[in-house]
């Protein structure tokens, strides 16, 4: 078998022999049952005085949203006055300037929302105060804030009936202190020792052995780098993210960096039924999961491997496949896998540019985005599956004539009508958003705005509708990835993107909390030969058709505009 | 009422200092520490360097431009090998401004090396990279160059061959990924034969 295939294979088998026992340690953590990483308890105890918190104050839903919001709103201000200011303030070797305030606001809300779409370019846009005291911290606690949201729903289906969902800054704490900063320290060290930099020295230069004189972007990389992977952020040190030789500097790399960025949300999953005792249901999900991620990945890797038709008919060889925005070091096989997950997964770092992807591979990525809950991003990932779990109980109660259950409560109309609203965003979003940017682009080219909006795009026709198609998607998806051919650093797509990210984030968080909330105060009914089970293989199915239904009827037009007219085109 | 208040005054003071004791935590000891221990790693944690005679000629994992016919070339890149603006050239598979330029690729391929065929120049050579600072070229990429160089240089083909299969890097592990070729240590090794001569 070639080296490339067995690449991808081995890739595979290690993310799942990391994150299955990953998964069953969080159970642990997160329920405060004995596990190895307890010397680090007096850390925590220290953080907890420090900022005045009590960690065994109970909570219940509300409480536990109010302070999730809070806090968040705390880190958007911080961010962005310092992303503004950000030239007046030490730590700016290369000089670069400060951020507009259209572009302040969308990076803030990007990285608070970890999306971490990115509009300005790591050399020239940020400093290095910025790149870790705002992006990489934000890249830890915006990931620790959807593990802690995760843990809220699970914590609600453990016990029979509850309002207690424990405490939220504990689970944020813990989440930092016995999961992203001992495993980013680890994976930090590999990337250093692998060539990556990690030192604060600025820009350097040399002259090239053909005698150009070349400028070299440098500076703290490999601390970004491994959380931006372990967090499922994927916004890069680089501009290139994880293409860029510094960022990604190897095979061996690019393994490590595609593993860390798949095993928390497995984990998550795996945690979800080991935590509430359920381990059937944990593995029910993790199946339905693993298959929606082959069935996007297979068709990706086919797509890229066969090459470009039209380079083809050049009579060039293409015998590793389509290698336009892609390295030699990965080759397309690990590129067109790494599509897939970065696409499952809200991480969004690339190492290959998806704009001159195959555009049946750009129908591949968007559709992984738009579906958003096969393993999907750190915590996120598992609220957005709930959802399609719960309208898969309701239409599974309609069919078969009873109220709906879900693990013993009853669901009801307040929770179905959250669960629909939360389903019917995401199109919301990315359709009026893709449509509004359309009529733009189409109507008011000349309009007399600092950036054109007959500019914005890269490629002309059915892939220039995609790479607008791309950005909105990619912002409600939370993902952060881009066509990025598009020109995105500019009023429309600032305000408009950040203004989606923020839905895209916040209300799928609140949706499936205060549905867990709402059900977890119900009277538990215990199970019956009539109650529905969610752990067979029938249900594991039914969710499955439910996830298709609702993604096909909802986006098959827009894609049908986009990547499906160019690739028909392209066959002619 | 007023215990909401107070509720939500405690929540906001919490959220200051957790974010405060967060960031001693996460964006100074955190990252300190890897640079420390980065000092150890080649390169001590700013890169790599590649030095000739002294001067530093280039960082190792970063391609530099080739354009000179006695030495193999990269490739193309959408930023001109700019290690201060990494980017890919973002065109998509049926631009056809996109298409006119890998056809010019392949025209110039082509002139400078006459005696190839078109079936023989792998995609890698005629397409930008994905963050235009791409190091290496497929090994069938360097093969197609042997000719030229060894007639530029006035060397031997079978040098430059050996050259080329030195500077070749097989798949980690031996199993793991593609073989792929440094650009610019076989340059340098090139270099190096002629002014041992």
Not at chain 1, 88 to 102: A, E, H
Not at chain 2, 49 to 63: E, F, H, P, Q, R
Request: a positive charge; charged letters at 15%; glycine letters at 10%.
């Amino acid at each position: 078998m070639n080296t490339e295939f067995l690449g991808i294979i081995a890739t595979f088998l290690l993310t799942l022999v990391i994150a299955i026992p990953l998964g069953k340690y969080l159970a642990k953590v997160f329920a405060g049952e004995k596990v190895w990483t307890d010397f680090l308890k007096p850390l925590e105890t220290g953080i907890y005085k420090l900022s005045g918190i009590n960690p065994k104050e109970q909570m219940n839903w509300k409480q536990h949203l109010k302070v999730l919001l809070l806090i968040n709103t705390v880190w958007i201000v911080y961010g962005f006055f310092v992303l503004l200011y950000q030239d007046k303030l030490p730590f700016n070797p290369d000089g670069n300037p400060g951020m507009t305030p259209d572009l302040a606001f969308n990076t803030i809300i990007s990285f608070v929302a970890n999306c971490n779409l990115q509009h300005y370019s790591g050399e020239t846009g940020v400093s290095y105060l910025t790149q870790q005291y705002v992006l990489m911290f934000l890249q830890f606690v915006s990931a620790a804030t959807g593990i802690a949201a995760a843990v809220v729903l699970f914590k609600a289906f453990r016990d029979k009936t509850t309002t207690n969902l424990g405490n939220f800054w504990e689970v944020f704490v813990k989440s930092i202190t016995r999961l992203l900063l001992p495993l980013s320290i680890v994976m930090a060290l590999i990337l250093t020792f692998n060539g990556t930099p990690a030192s604060y020295e600025g820009k350097d230069h040399f002259i090239s052995m053909q005698g150009d004189t070349v400028h070299v972007s440098r500076g703290p990389a490999a601390q970004l780098i491994a959380i931006k992977h372990l967090g499922t952020n994927g916004g890069g040190y680089f501009g290139a993210n994880s293409a860029h030789p510094f960022e990604n500097p190897s095979y061996f790399t690019n393994m490590v960096e595609m593993i860390a960025q798949t095993i928390i949300p497995i984990a998550m999953v795996i945690c979800f039924g080991y935590f509430i005792r359920r381990r059937k249901l944990g593995w029910t999900i993790f199946g339905v999961m693993t298959i929606g991620v082959l069935l996007l990945m297979i068709p990706t890797l086919t797509s890229e491997l066969g090459g470009n038709s039209a380079i083809a008919k050049m009579g060039i060889s293409q015998a590793t496949g389509a290698m336009e925005g892609k390295e030699v070091r990965f080759g397309p096989t690990a590129t067109a896998y790494w599509s897939t997950l970065t696409t499952v997964i809200s991480t969004g770092s690339v190492n290959g540019m998806h704009d001159s992807t195959m555009p049946l591979t750009g129908a591949w990525q968007l559709l992984a985005m738009m579906i958003n809950g096969f393993y999907g991003g750190c915590g996120v990932g598992i609220l957005n599956y709930f959802i399609y779990l719960i309208i898969a109980v309701f239409i599974s109660g309609l069919m078969v004539g009873r109220t709906p259950e879900f693990l013993g409560h009853k669901v009801e109309a307040r929770e179905i009508k959250i669960a629909a609203l939360i389903t019917l965003l995401s199109p919301f979003l990315i359709l009026v958003g893709t449509a509004l940017s359309a009529h733009l682009f189409t109507h008011y080219g000349n309009a007399a705005w600092a950036v054109q909006p007959k500019t914005w795009l890269n490629n002309p026709n059915f892939h220039g509708f995609s790479e607008m198609l791309y950005e909105m998607t990619s912002s409600n998806a939370n993902n952060g990835s881009g066509f990025e051919g598009l020109g995105d650093n500019n009023s429309f797509w600032n305000i408009s993107t950040g203004i989606v990210i923020f839905l895209g984030r916040f209300l799928p968080i609140i949706g499936p909390v205060a549905i867990a909330g709402l059900l977890a105060q119900k009277k538990y009914i215990p199970e019956s030969a009539g109650t529905l089970k969610v752990d067979t293989k029938t249900f594991a199915l039914m969710t499955f058709a439910v996830i298709i239904v609702l993604n096909a009827l909802s986006y098959f037009p827009a894609l049908a505009l986009g990547p499906l007219a160019e690739y028909f085109t392209m066959l002619k | 009422m007023t215990t909401n208040k107070n509720k939500m005054k405690k929540y906001i003071i919490q959220s200051i200092r957790l974010t405060l004791v967060l960031i001693v935590l996460l964006c100074v000891l955190y990252p300190i520490s890897i640079a420390l221990a980065g000092r150890f790693s080649k390169g001590n944690g700013g890169g790599e360097k590649i030095t000739k005679n002294g001067k530093v000629i280039g960082y190792a994992l970063l391609g530099q431009s080739f354009t000179k016919p006695e030495y193999f070339w990269g490739r193309p890149s959408a930023v001109g090998y700019n290690a201060a603006g990494s980017a890919g050239s973002n065109k998509g598979p049926s631009n056809p401004d996109y298409l006119k330029e890998v056809s010019n690729r392949i025209d110039t391929l082509l002139k400078y090396n006459p005696t190839i065929k078109k079936a023989d120049i792998p995609a890698d050579m005629v397409t930008a990279s994905g963050s235009g600072l791409d190091p290496n070229i497929s090994e069938q990429g360097a093969i197609i160059q042997i000719k030229r160089i060894a007639a530029y240089r006035k060397i031997d083909e079978r040098k430059v061959t050996e050259l080329v299969v030195e500077n070749t890097s097989k798949p980690f592990l031996g199993l793991f990924g593609p073989s792929a070729v440094n650009v610019l240590k076989l340059n340098l090794a090139l270099d190096e034969i002629i002014s041992k001569k």
